[in-house]
């Protein structure tokens, strides 16, 4: 059911959002040059590894001037409903790891399996979190992954678009109290 609705979720989003993908795609071209598109290889269900697309925003190890405005907005994650589309990646499930990041955390061990039973989403409880810290990020992955259903899936987007909207750093706590988990610490 959730892999039906992501796709036609996401071809509904690709016609709908065609224009906005272009002319940011043609902004990133204009003022902060080639390519529109940054691609990385990522780890996803049972550790399959894929290409994950996203809108340049960096250069040279520094946010570019259009990087700095699709960062704030989230636009620079639209062209992942690509890999959505692709059947790479959900709307909604643990976000999509790096082989480093995996190793860095300390992820990469049999006790962390869980985290690649699912596919990886766009967003996530972990993202709606008020702090970026490991033993919550696992956490909360494992929380979504132990208690996934439709309902929680839809919280988790609509908290998503109100953090978008109003900010995660201006009202990230008290979005987050309205999160339907346990908050450890």
């Known amino acids: 059911m959730k892999n039906i ?3 036609f979720f996401a071809l509904i989003l690709t016609v709908v959002l065609s ?5 940011t795609a043609m902004l990133v071209l204009l003022f902060d040059g080639s390519p529109a598109l940054f691609i990385q290889d990522r780890t996803g269900t049972d550790k399959c590894r894929f290409r994950l697309l996203k809108f340049r925003t960096m250069r040279d190890g520094k946010v570019t001037r259009v990087g700095k ?10 062209p992942q409903v690509m890999n959505v589309l692709r059947g790479e990646m959900s709307f909604i499930g643990p976000r ?3 082989d480093f990041d995996i190793k860095r955390l300390g992820w990469d061990t049999d006790e962390h399996n869980a985290r690649w039973t699912v596919k990886p989403g766009i967003t996530g409880l972990a993202q709606l979190a008020p702090i970026c810290d490991q ?9 979504y992954i132990r208690n996934r259903s439709v309902l ?3 919280k988790i987007l609509v908290m ?3 953090m978008v909207i109003v900010g995660k750093k201006r ?10 988990v346990e908050y450890p610490g």
């Open 5 to 7: 609705f992501d796709i």
């Open 19 to 23: 224009p906005l993908l272009l002319l």
């Open 69 to 78: 405005y699709l960062r704030a907005c989230c636009l620079d994650e639209l």
């Open 96 to 98: 999509p790891l790096t």
């Open 135 to 143: 033993n919550l990020s696992w956490h909360m992955d494992l929380n």
């Open 152 to 154: 929680l899936d839809f």
């Open 160 to 162: 998503t678009f109100a």
């Open 171 to 180: 009202y990230g706590k008290q979005l987050w109290r309205m999160v339907p």
